[in-house]
């Protein structure tokens, strides 16, 4: 089945700098994909919304100059998180379809990312 | 805005027992309808989902789901779980018909533990 790969699983940084963390569709073209975050015993929630070739649409509430989202080609969208904060620390979830409306959702595995 | 809440948060159920988790969302209009299943360490699967038609939803592993419009519901049940159903269970909507945007809105989660 569809595979959607996210690199890295696992990272720590520390506060101030910058993190990147990309998302792979390995076996189809992802015209869409979706940043998710996820919080401790919490629900995923939407960050923005990213079409190929174009800019990302950022939910209400999500500073787009602080998460960078690039989807620079129909298999990969990158999620920088710029002056890391330990509030940033959580769970990040990108998410990959092929079409529109009604195409299935990829997932990827996730990223933890720990800001100290 | 659109939002999806989960009843549970954590269930806990012997072997072979009947598994209901409770879903409700807040859209007067149109909706296709998802649980999603996250099992420890692995990525979201999708276990069923509604885009119209018979209420009643069978999905995979043996689950189903019946949408019920007036109570703005989406319940998920098993007659019997298994200890690999132990997982997270999430329920989501997104809008229906034109208006879909693909976006997902997430409930905050279920844990379920099975007991063997």
């Known amino acids: 089945g569809a595979v959607v790969s996210q690199h890295p699983s696992w990272v720590i940084c520390k506060s101030g700098t910058s993190v990147k963390i990309e998302c792979r569709s390995l076996?189809?073209?992802?015209?869409?994909m979706f940043w998710y975050r996820q919080f401790p015993k919490q629900s995923l929630m939407l960050m923005a919304t990213?079409?190929?070739?174009?800019?990302?649409?950022?939910e209400q509430g999500v500073e787009k100059d602080k998460f960078l989202i690039n989807h620079a080609s129909l298999t990969l969208s990158t999620l920088t998180v710029t002056s890391a904060h330990p509030e940033d620390s959580s769970f990040y979830i990108c998410?990959?379809?092929?079409?529109?409306?009604?195409?299935?959702?990829?997932f990827g595995n996730g990223t933890r990312l720990t800001v100290t | 805005a659109q939002s999806v809440s989960q009843h549970n948060h954590h269930v806990i159920l012997s072997e072979a027992a009947s598994l209901e988790l409770g879903c409700n969302y807040s859209?007067?209009?149109?909706?296709?309808l998802f649980w999603y299943v996250q099992y420890p360490g692995q990525h979201l699967q999708l276990l069923l989902k509604?885009?119209?038609?018979?209420?009643l939803v069978k999905g995979i592993k043996g689950f189903e789901a019946e949408f019920i419009k007036s109570k703005f519901s989406f319940n998920l049940r098993k007659p019997s779980v298994q200890w690999s159903d132990t997982a997270e269970y999430f329920c989501?909507?997104?809008?229906?018909?034109?208006?879909?945007?693909?976006?997902?809105?997430f409930g905050q989660g279920t844990t379920l533990q099975v007991k063997p």
């Open positions: 998410s990959a379809r092929s079409g529109r409306g009604l195409s299935p959702l990829h």
């Open positions: 076996d189809f073209q992802a015209t869409t």
């Open positions: 990213s079409n190929e070739g174009s800019k990302a649409t950022y």
């Open positions: 859209y007067g209009g149109t909706v296709n």
């Open positions: 509604y885009f119209s038609g018979d209420p």
């Open positions: 989501a909507v997104t809008k229906g018909g034109s208006g879909n945007t693909g976006k997902l809105i």
